[in-house]
């Protein structure tokens, strides 16, 4: 009998932001650690840089919005502009604290985003990018 999985990815993780406290340090250990796995890192601002969908910052960077958590910031890919504003009416009624509302944020044209901070304090996002043509949807992996 053969068992077939299939997975796929690049359907529910966005991007993930972690804040640090020495940029330097960490922008060391991500570029060692990343060319080992053949993934460029970019971003040459003095308060951050990122790899794909991993973006570090300091604390102070306009990229990190928000109440500081010392946590984790964790995106979530959305459909359109509803299911982000859903997300963040369905979270705060689930004991989600705002972190930032539905609307749009400087990081690109259409980038329209909320933030809610988990009942651990952990910043978590929902992102619609605005209209635009996918690549796959996902890759599919079928083992």
Not at 10 to 17: N, V
Not at 49 to 69: I, N, R
């Amino acid at each position: 009998m053969v068992i077939t999985q299939e997975l796929h990815r690049g359907r529910l993780i966005d991007h993930i932001h972690l804040v640090v406290a020495n940029l330097d340090a960490s922008r060391r250990f991500y570029e060692a650690i990343l060319e080992v796995l053949g993934i460029p890192v970019g971003g040459g601002a003095p308060d951050y840089f990122w790899a794909d969908e991993l973006f570090v910052s300091t604390v102070k960077s306009p990229v990190a919005p928000g109440q500081l958590t010392g946590r984790h910031h964790l995106a979530f890919q959305a459909k359109d502009r509803a299911m982000v504003e859903r997300f963040y009416k369905v979270g705060l009624g689930q004991g989600g604290k705002d972190n930032g509302g539905p609307g749009e944020r400087p990081y690109h044209p259409g980038y329209y985003a909320a933030f809610l901070l988990d009942p651990d304090g952990n910043n978590i996002e929902a992102v619609y990018h605005g209209s635009a043509d996918r690549s796959p949807p996902s890759v599919k992996i079928t083992c």
